[in-house]
């Protein structure tokens, strides 16, 4: 079985100030890891993904996540944040040859401040 | 490309009363996903088809639920008979799973969501 841990439920930051937002997993076989993003009343959005290779993976609008395998974790990153970031960031696993289904993390919700 | 479709957007209907969600997958994909986003339990896998055929249904709640994929550009979920508890948003989203250099490079694509609301 596998589950996806969020370690923080809310994360408010400044315009133009770094966020980093946690996620650590736990699974009994191989995963796939995601990061989507979810703006208010829309659906989920790709941002980034780790198959295989390099632990540091780059994504859309700015964000990387580094991949570390024995700390079991996939925290996602970003150096400088706008307004526009403000959304819920969804972390999740996808077990190899498990057909591609996604395990969820419960969500950050990322509040961007002027 | 138009995406994933889901209809209706907002559905509110009446406890007992039969719910169907539609979903169009984006053309070529070949897996079809159903997930259900409320506050206290997050998103949840419903169930999942590959190539039509349903591979996991485990994360369906209960028998009131039900999916159907007839072909490859179309799937429905129905409660019948709804419960205000099913109230969420409920999500469809779609896969190619292309295999690339021995790799699945799968990555899902999600609709807009249709939220229901049972009263």
């Known amino acids: 079985a596998q589950s996806v841990t969020q370690l923080d439920s809310q994360v408010p930051v400044f315009e133009e100030a770094p966020v980093e937002l946690r996620c650590n997993y736990s699974?009994?076989?191989?995963?796939?890891l995601f990061w989507y993003v979810q703006y208010p009343n829309q659906g989920l959005q790709l941002l980034l993904k780790?198959?295989?290779?390099?632990?540091l993976v780059k994504g859309i609008n700015g964000f990387e996540a580094e991949f570390n395998k024995s700390q079991t974790s996939f925290h996602l990153r970003k150096p400088s944040v706008h307004i526009s970031d403000t959304a819920e960031y969804f972390c999740?696993?996808?077990?190899?040859?498990?057909?591609?289904?996604?395990?969820f993390g419960q969500g950050t919700e990322l509040s961007v401040k002027p | 490309d138009a995406g994933v479709i889901q209809s209706p957007r907002h559905e509110v209907t009446e406890m007992g009363q039969e719910v169907t969600l539609r979903c169009k997958p984006i053309?070529?994909?070949?897996?079809l996903f159903w997930y259900r986003q409320t506050m206290m339990r997050g998103l949840e896998l419903l169930i999942y088809?590959?190539?039509?055929?349903?591979?996991?249904d485990s994360g369906m709640p209960e028998d009131r639920f039900s999916a159907k994929m007839p072909n490859a550009s179309f799937s429905t979920l129905k409660i019948q008979p709804s419960e205000p508890r099913d109230s969420a948003v409920y999500f469809c989203?779609?896969?190619?799973?292309?295999?690339?250099?021995?790799?699945?490079?799968?990555?899902?694509?999600f609709g807009p969501g249709t939220r229901l609301t049972v009263t």
């Open positions: 053309s070529g994909h070949n897996s």
């Open positions: 699974s009994s076989v191989s995963v796939y």
């Open positions: 780790y198959l295989s290779g390099s632990t």
């Open positions: 989203a779609s896969s190619p799973v292309a295999m690339e250099a021995g790799v699945n490079r799968y990555e899902q694509y």
């Open positions: 999740a696993v996808s077990p190899y040859n498990q057909g591609g289904k996604l395990i």
């Open positions: 088809f590959n190539n039509n055929v349903p591979i996991d």
